[in-house]
């Protein structure tokens, strides 16, 4: 049975709810700006990012179905998870209205999911290191170079250094111990506050298979997630 879990919600749970079709799995278009130049044969083609794209479910109602239910359940943003890729998860916001109208009538209709280009994994297992060390091997086991989340609790000031290059040097605030390096959206902050001031560098990057990180300075733990992405 076809099924997707929204925000950790299981639309088999949903009283009435018939996931009848699931989108295909494709790759995200690249976004690229092309420039002609004459007298210069073809083009110039510069890659700027993947794009976010739709993925659109088509869904159905059994007899007795509960639909404000289902409104409730197709509401929002947040984590999307389609039975035909179980293990792994999107990022999205439903952004069309749904014609409930339709859906009633017909009892079928479509469901529109913006998602962001990458997926996750579903089942990562954190890397975690203490005090006792000051490196380990983190493997990205996906199709493309991940931007990990990486906290870091010590003091004094810290650095980073990815498969032998120094990449980045936090120091931390007196009176604090823990930062979290987003390196997806840029930023280091800690209960909501940006702490981007406190850092010098770039946020780590790791590339597809075996990565080695390692750490100088004053750390009692680092903890590492969304090691791991693919288009």
């Given at each position: ?97 749904i014609d409930y109208e339709r859906l ?74 823990t930062v979290l390096l987003d390196s ?48």
């Amino acid at each position: 049975m076809n099924y997707v879990l929204w925000n950790n919600k299981d639309s088999r749970d949903i009283k009435g709810l018939l996931i009848s079709e699931l989108p295909p799995i494709t790759k995200p278009n690249m976004r690229v700006k092309e420039t002609v130049i004459d007298g210069v044969d073809g083009s110039i083609i510069e890659e700027l990012g993947y794009e976010s794209y739709d993925k659109v479910v088509s869904v159905g109602l059994k007899i007795g179905a509960d639909l404000d239910k289902i409104i409730e359940f197709f509401t929002g943003n947040g984590e999307i998870v389609f039975s035909n890729e179980p293990d792994k998860y999107y990022t999205a916001q439903i952004i069309k209205n749904i014609d409930y109208e339709r859906l009633l009538r017909y009892r079928v209709a479509k469901v529109t999911f913006r998602v962001q280009p990458f997926k996750y994994n579903r089942v990562e297992v954190p890397r975690e290191a203490t005090s006792s060390r000051d490196s380990m091997i983190v493997e990205n086991i996906g199709n493309h170079t991940s931007k990990p989340l990486i906290t870091i609790t010590g003091t004094g000031t810290v650095e980073l250094t990815v498969n032998g290059e120094m990449i980045c040097r936090y120091t931390f605030p007196e009176g604090e111990n823990t930062v979290l390096l987003d390196s997806e959206k840029q930023d280091a902050y800690w209960e909501g506050t940006l702490k981007n001031r406190n850092m010098n560098g770039e946020f780590p990057i790791f590339e597809k298979g075996n990565n080695t990180i390692s750490w100088s300075g004053t750390v009692e733990s680092i903890r590492i997630t969304k090691y791991s992405r693919w288009v």
